[in-house]
Nanobody, 125 residues
Framework: QVQLVESGGGLVQAGGSLRLSCAAS????????MGWFRQAPGKEREFVAA????????HYADSVKGRFTISRDNAKNTVYLQMNSLKPEDTAVYYC??????????????????WGRGTQVTVSS
């Protein structure tokens, strides 16, 4: 069982930066692949970024590639999402998720086994 708690959201102007953190409980954090998703009002939850357990591989949605960076610190049981050059369309609730197995469905919500409650990110124009 893994419990995930996101933090770091807030209100920022377009062009600004935020760093989200996701703290995980449990001794087996380092064995999980981790992902970030987001959900805007009236829209489906969408993939943002993912990272394998060893951080040897990362994947990004096209909409955030080059602006967002996912990383993890297994010693701290934490995964991060550094968000730069933020745009109003990045406004959403951001969720982190943990996957027991990192498969071809890493970009879909059903590829993950545990979820946090989310943190709000609002980007003003």
């Amino acid at each position: 069982q893994v419990q995930l708690v996101e933090s770091g959201g807030g209100l920022v102007q377009a062009g600004g930066s935020l760093r989200l953190s996701c703290a995980a409980s449990g001794r087996t954090f380092s064995s999980y692949a981790m992902g970030w998703f987001r959900q805007a009002p009236g829209k489906e939850r969408e993939f943002v970024a993912a990272i394998t357990w060893s951080a040897g591989s990362t994947h990004y949605a096209d909409s955030v590639k080059g602006r967002f960076t996912i990383s993890r610190d297994n010693a701290k049981n934490t995964v991060y999402l550094q968000m730069n050059s933020l745009k109003p369309e990045d406004t959403a609730v951001y969720y982190c998720a943990a996957a027991i197995k990192y498969g071809s469905d890493y970009a879909t919500p059903w590829g993950y086994d545990y979820w946090g409650r989310g943190t709000q990110v609002t980007v003003s124009s």
